[in-house]
């Protein structure tokens, strides 16, 4: 059972514009999320992540929302640029029991076209 | 330092061979997870260890994946036998205690034809 969803497994958009992907969660148990990028043959690198009390996180042209009401995340990334183009993975994890470990959604592959 | 080694970066084998994967994690990280990377699936977390000691190894497909960490610098993942289906990219990655994010290797591609 997928307890992190990625639906959209490719964004295309052009440079300059804003990226939006998307990642929604079924365990309320979840409270802290984070991004990850994925270069290929490269392994993932920690974007941003955010805290379930709150609801905006914010660095530099990253920014992820939460809502925590619709168990639903967002990256939004302005203005997106070539270099961006890469795999994106979410990931939530919880404060008890499974704390330590992250669970990953399936990724959505962004192109970032001039 | 020079961040979560893995070896090899590539694996070619025959279907029923043996295949083992290496990690190397950052020092002073006492979390090594071992994770398999597939289209259908994503990330999928196999096995983790803290002080290397295994936590949970739920994720471990069948008995013929089984994982090692003999001391804090050094982690094994072996298949056997192995066969087509195994065919992914597994990931190695620790953090250290108290931080909620990892940081992973470069991956081992695996095929098994």
């Known amino acids: 059972d997928q307890q992190v969803k990625q639906n959209s497994p490719s964004l295309s958009v052009q440079e300059g514009r804003i990226s939006i992907l998307n990642c929604d969660y079924t365990?309320?148990?979840?409270?802290?999320f984070l991004w990850y990028k994925k270069y290929p043959a490269e392994g993932p690198t920690f974007l941003i992540s955010?805290?379930?009390?709150?609801d905006k996180n914010e660095d530099g042209r990253f920014t992820v929302f939460l809502n925590k009401s619709a168990k639903h995340l967002s990256l939004h990334i302005v203005p997106s640029q070539p270099g961006d183009s890469a795999v994106y993975f979410c990931?939530?994890?919880?404060?008890?029991?499974?704390?330590?470990?992250?669970?990953f959604g399936t990724g959505t592959q962004l192109k970032v076209e001039l | 330092d020079a961040g979560v080694i893995q070896s090899p970066r590539h694996e070619v084998t025959e279907m029923g061979q043996e295949v083992t994967l290496r990690c190397k994690p950052i020092?002073?990280?006492?979390?090594l997870f071992w994770y398999r990377q597939t289209m259908m699936r994503g990330l999928e977390l196999l096995i983790y260890?803290?002080?290397?000691?295994?936590?949970?190894d739920s994720g471990m497909p069948e008995d013929r994946f089984s994982a090692k960490m003999p001391n804090a610098s050094f982690s094994t993942l072996k298949i056997q036998p192995s066969e087509p289906r195994d065919s992914a990219v597994y990931f190695c990655?620790?953090?250290?205690?108290?931080?909620?994010?990892?940081?992973f290797g470069s991956g081992t591609r695996l095929t098994v034809v």
């Open positions: 955010i805290s379930s009390i709150k």
């Open positions: 990655a620790s953090r250290p205690g108290g931080a909620r994010g990892y940081t």
């Open positions: 020092s002073g990280h006492d979390y």
């Open positions: 990931a939530a994890s919880g404060s008890t029991g499974g704390g330590n470990k992250l669970t």
């Open positions: 365990n309320s148990m979840f409270d802290y």
């Open positions: 260890f803290n002080n290397n000691v295994p936590i949970d």
